[in-house]
């Protein structure tokens, strides 16, 4: 008999009354007032002036993240929109000021030196990072980005196709893809294709004035571009641009030639002439597309028997989500897209929101996502807020050594061995593909913004000279040039989160050597990945890969070691 989901309390407050919530600037600025004044004698009153902030930090952080989760589970609601531009708008911009004084009251009191350094080491390093970087003048600049960053939602949700007579998200299109109907594919491509570049203009036009505000920013914080300024202020402490460079060469010599050898199979599989954009994702031995879950309910139920497979606690964290309402993973017209873990740092139980269309995309999205989950609930009774700002090097591995971890109990998802070892086959694909892409992206932004008045054809010829680095040498794009040449504009996080995706190749490697660990001794493998995971952000990252039982390495050989290992799993299937 299952057990009842546990449903936790939110913790007791220490500073703020139960009842305070975030309505008005009049309500919390007294608040920020007083920590801002109060007197500290002595490092015991430091560390609870710490804790008291880190309550009122806790409780901005969800209600803005409320705010953010309901705005893109309904991008029509235009209440759900104001009530999250009002917290960009009218108290971010207010309470910006405030974080800069607290880091530096925090820095610059005499106790600060009596803290345990071995505590504190790198969340003060933040905290300095964040001082360097504080302009006062770049406040209404960041509430501009942040406003015009939603915009690239609201285009990208609404964009829809006809097809029979009904109306799809493109996330449901193109699941279509898949099918074994060459002729379908091609034309639902194609629609699709007109859906995006109906808007390509206005996406381009919108990410040159992203681009320009960003450069503003750096400038403004004396940068010499924008790609320098965002790499501290993602806390890069521990590597740097020209690494990200080595990193792209390594994936290129080692990663390219394995995923020619993938689409070459794929086909002479499906005995082509040319294999064409829409060729890619259909199953080379003409099977109909995967489909692991009927709705929104059997991906849950699945997925939490999946999870406490592994080890119950990981179901439980699941089962709790959903019990409390924290899980929305059907893709809906109106909804934005996308898919995301979003920490509640108060009451400490995430929520997950994602698109799912039936498709085995949807299913390493949720074990992904699911994987993020579990990191929160590990480091949920961390005792500062800051303590749990993770680097996304460590969060994108929790959740993608969650994606392989999780592949031997992919069974509750399918009845036959075919199709489980298909799944898996497509699985170890994409982390091949996958790779080659990110580099693609990371080092287009590097350009991008290095050289920040370029002009859109510029844009788009050196997004080709790049992207050809990378792609596939297999693939023929004659006739789909231009959804080639606007193929980044798909990619989110070059819009609303710029430089946040070289972690994933970074993690993506760090989740294959997890993988490898949990092949030899899956318990032991299992202790280490908890253990890291428990550390939050309190050591380097270098250390929390090591408690994890693998290398933070950027170097070809590296990289060859764990490809080669992976190739041997592929073939195995």
Known sequence: MQKEAVIPSRPARRYLSENFQVETWATLQPLLDELLEREISNATDLEGWMRDLSEVEAVLSEETAWRYIRMNIDTTNEEYAK??????????????????????????????????????????????????????????????????????????????????????????????????????????YETVNEARLEKSK???????????????????????????????????????????????????????????????????SLGLETLKPFDTDVDPSGKAGLKPFKNEQELIRLSIEAFRRIRPYYGDCLDTMNAMGHL?????????????????????????????????????????????????????????????????EVAELASMSMELISIDQWDVFFDNETDLKRAKKEHLEKIMATLPWIATIDAFQHWVYENPTHSED???ENWLRISSRFGSKVVDWTGYEKAKTFQWQKQLHLYEVPFYYIEYAIAQLGAIAVWRNYRANPSKALDQYEAALKLGYTEPIGKIYATAGIKFSFSQEYVHELMEFVWEEYQKL
């Open 458 to 460: 510029e844009r788009a």
């Open 83 to 188: 009530a999250f531009d009002f917290m960009v708008t009218e108290i971010d911009p207010k309470a910006a000021p405030y974080s800069d004084k607290f880091n530096k009251k925090l820095v610059d009191s005499p106790f600060c030196k009596d803290l345990d350094t071995q505590k504190y080491s790198i969340f003060l390093r933040a905290l300095q990072m964040q001082i360097k970087l504080y302009r006062q003048e770049s406040i209404p600049v960041f509430t501009a980005l942040q406003q015009l960053q939603q915009k690239y939602g609201a285009i990208t949700g609404a964009m829809s196709i006809e097809h029979e007579g009904q109306k799809l998200t493109l996330q449901m299109a193109n699941s279509f893809l898949k099918d074994t109907d060459r002729e379908l594919r091609k034309a639902i």
């Open 202 to 268: 206005e996406l381009d036009e919108l990410f040159t004035e992203l681009i320009r505000l960003r450069d503003k920013v750096a400038k403004q914080a004396g940068y010499a571009n924008y790609r320098d300024f965002k790499l501290d202020a993602l806390g890069r402490f521990d590597y740097t641009a020209e690494d990200c460079f080595t990193f792209h060469k390594a994936i290129e010599a080692e990663c390219v030639a394995l995923n020619n050898k993938v689409d070459e199979a794929r086909k002479k």
């Open 328 to 392: 929305d993973l059907g893709s809906r017209l109106g909804k934005a897209p996308g898919g995301f873990n979003y920490p509640l740092y108060e009451i400490g139980v995430p929520f997950i929101f994602m698109n799912s269309v039936g498709s085995l995309r949807d299913l390493i999205t949720m074990v992904h996502e699911g994987g993020h989950a579990v990191h929160s609930f590990l480091s949920k009774d961390l005792e500062i807020t800051g303590f749990k700002n993770l680097p996304s």
